[in-house]
Structure formats: C-alpha cells, structure tokens
C-alpha cells in the first residue's frame, strides 16, 4: 500500500498517490492531527474529554468511537493502534507528516552548529525543501476552525508550531538577497556565495 501523506500547513489535507482522501467528520480531522503531531498513544478518557468536554463522558466516549471509526475507514487498515483503554495511530505504519519533513530539515540545518546566518552549501537544498513545505500557518484558525480551545491553547502552543519556525528561512533569505547582491556587483565570479561544504557540522550527523 502507498504511503499516506497529511498536510496541516494550511487546511488539513490527507492524500494518497496524490489524490485527497476526506474525512467527513470536521472533530474526527482534528483528533488525526492531534494523534498526527503528539506520535503517541493516548488513553480514550483523556481523548473524549479534550475533544467533547461539553459532554457527558459516556456521549464523549461515543462520540470518540465514531470519529476513530471514520479515520480508521479513511487511512486504512493497520494504521491506527486502538485498544478498549487507548488510542494512537501506528508507528510502524509511517505516515508522512508536513510539520515533521519541515522540522527536521530544520533540525539538520541547527546541527551544523554555526549560526543561521552562516549560509554554508550543505543548508540550500534543506533550506529550500522546507520553504516549499511550509505552504501556510500550522493549522490557521481562520481556514480551519476545527480545533478545540484546549487543544490549541495547550499543546499546540506548548509545541511551538507557526512562525516562530520560519526564523531559520528569514536569516537565511536576508543572508541569500545580501550575497546575490555581491556576486552581480564582483567581477570575481560566485563572489559572496559558499563554494564549499560546511566543515563545522557536529560529529555524527
């Protein structure tokens, strides 16, 4: 089976091959994401009560049912792992996550140990990668309503998801526009722009 791919930069998207799969239930979209980001197993309780804390917990129970129900109709067998006390989705079934490709490209970059604006060889093909993952807001409230309060004043600030990422690309883009500048005005060619691989990475990586 092809691999799934969900997008939360922007409206949540789910695709296969290139083709959207949806899921009609807007809370069961939300809880994918929240399972999505978090990559790890959460007991039903704490699950009905995040999403449907309106609710009585047995009719936030069912509700939590029916929306595991309609994901697991959506992505397929094997990729969640549910039980009668908890729920998560399928480490070993690899879903591929936007805000995780455009993290740990980010995350390589860091590695290097220099600062951001030390642009070497090695950050370009990275740098550029996550500059076209990175299509909108993680999530914006204004084209994807679906988040509950709690979910998003809690976790989803606590991981930081958003602009706060966009800090390496914008040291980087006034650092590209600054040395594009220098090689138009040298008549020493590639003047201002790295001709070598980084030397200052961290051992190991």
């Known amino acids: 089976m092809s691999r799934l791919r969900f997008y939360l930069f922007g409206p949540p998207r789910l695709e296969r091959e290139g083709?959207?799969?949806?899921?009609?239930l807007r809370k069961a979209q939300a809880l994918l994401a929240y399972l999505a980001v978090t990559q790890q197993s959460h007991s039903r309780d704490a699950l009905a009560t995040l999403f449907w804390p309106d609710?009585?917990?047995?009719?936030?129970r069912g509700n939590l049912r029916r929306a595991l129900s309609r994901i697991n109709t959506a992505l397929g067998e094997g990729q969640l792992a549910i039980d009668r006390k908890n729920a998560g989705l399928n480490p070993k079934a690899g879903l591929w996550?936007?805000?995780?490709?455009?993290?740990?490209?980010?995350?390589?970059?860091?590695s290097h140990g220099h600062a951001s604006t030390d642009v070497c060889s090695?950050?370009?093909?990275?740098?550029?990668?996550?500059?076209?993952?990175?299509?909108?807001?993680?999530?914006p409230a204004s084209v994807c309503p679906i988040v509950p309060t709690?979910?998003?004043?809690?976790?989803?600030?606590?991981?930081?998801?958003?602009?706060?990422?966009?800090?390496?690309?914008?040291?980087?883009?006034?650092?590209?526009?600054?040395?594009?500048?220098?090689?138009?005005?040298?008549p020493t060619p590639g003047a201002g722009w790295p001709s070598t691989r980084c030397t200052n990475r961290r051992s190991g990586s």
Not at 19 to 24: A, D, F, G, M, V
Not at 97 to 110: M, S, W
């Open 150 to 186: 709690s979910m998003s004043g809690s976790f989803f600030k606590a991981k930081s998801y958003g602009r706060p990422w966009l800090q390496p690309l914008n040291d980087w883009c006034a650092v590209a526009v600054s040395r594009a500048a220098t090689m138009v005005l040298s």
């Open 19 to 24: 083709k959207t799969i949806k899921i009609s």
């Open 97 to 110: 996550l936007d805000v995780e490709q455009f993290q740990h490209r980010l995350a390589r970059c860091q």
């Open 55 to 60: 609710d009585s917990q047995s009719k936030a």
């Open 122 to 139: 090695d950050y370009l093909p990275l740098l550029t990668d996550a500059t076209k993952l990175y299509t909108d807001d993680f999530l």
